[in-house]
């Protein structure tokens, strides 16, 4: 599997304007604008980059809860689970 090059730009901050008007505090934020079509990343990076943010969270639930998300079952540790 070939590593992909990343390229990283700078982007200044979008422009806001935050205050009280008409007696609420509304803020307003300028959106940035759309990324173009047809400039999506390779199917097997978004694979990839989600494999790995899965497994992260699967991890800390884990860590969190002694319970195992991909096994579906619960592990030993601080709660005990109990079958409604």
Known sequence: MAAAAATVTAVPPAASSCGKRDGDNACVVDMPRKAKKGRSPPEE????????????????????????????APMDGRYEWVRL
């Open 45 to 72: 990076e978004v694979e990839a980059f989600l494999a790995a943010a899965e497994s992260s969270v699967a991890r800390r639930f884990a860590a969190k809860y002694n319970y195992d998300v991909v096994k579906d």
